[in-house]
């Protein structure tokens, strides 16, 4: 028997898992920029450092791969690190075509200094729930992930992109 169809009202627009999900990410960012606004990074930079501090010498496909971000998108966040001193580029040694991504000292300092805004941006998303509820809601948010990432435009990637630098996750 087929599901009646969504009634066309507001309520089922705010009640939908699609609208909260943007919500919250609206809510995150905004929330990010904010405590970290001393520091003048967006929450994709932040990841994108620390993926190249994790993984010294990834080129941006790979990069774009762990981050699960767009490549083509990925290029004006690379050179905006870049424009802030915070990231170099580097031809391969192998394929000068292949430019390799390093921190820079400063993306490195800037790393150890934003992290406990990092941090508390991170509580203060979750800080208006119990314990135990933050615990479940990033247990469920985290299968929910996983279990969708193949519908994703840009579905992570982040062990494939490594078996190729020659590191694992």
Do not use: W
Not at 98 to 120: F, H, Q, W, Y
């Amino acid at each position: 028997m087929p599901s009646r169809p969504s009634p066309i009202t507001m309520d089922a627009v705010y009640t939908a898992p699609g609208y909260l999900f943007r919500r919250m990410q609206q809510i995150a960012v905004s929330i990010f920029i904010e405590e970290c606004k001393a520091h003048d990074l967006t929450p994709v930079q932040y990841a994108s450092l620390i993926a190249i501090h994790t993984h010294p010498g990834i080129d941006a496909t790979r990069l774009s791969a762990v981050i699960a971000f767009d490549r083509s998108t990925l290029g004006n966040v690379i050179e905006r690190l870049q424009a802030k001193a915070l990231v170099e580029r580097k031809p391969s040694r192998e394929d000068k075509r292949i430019k390799l991504l390093n921190l820079t000292r400063s993306g490195t300092a800037l790393l150890r200094e934003i992290m406990p805004s990092v941090d508390r941006a991170q509580a203060r998303m979750l800080q208006p729930l119990k314990a135990s509820d933050r615990k479940m809601l990033l247990a469920l948010l985290a299968l929910l992930v996983d279990l969708n990432n193949e519908a994703s435009r840009v579905p992570l990637r982040a062990e494939d992109a490594l078996e190729h630098l020659g590191k694992s996750a």
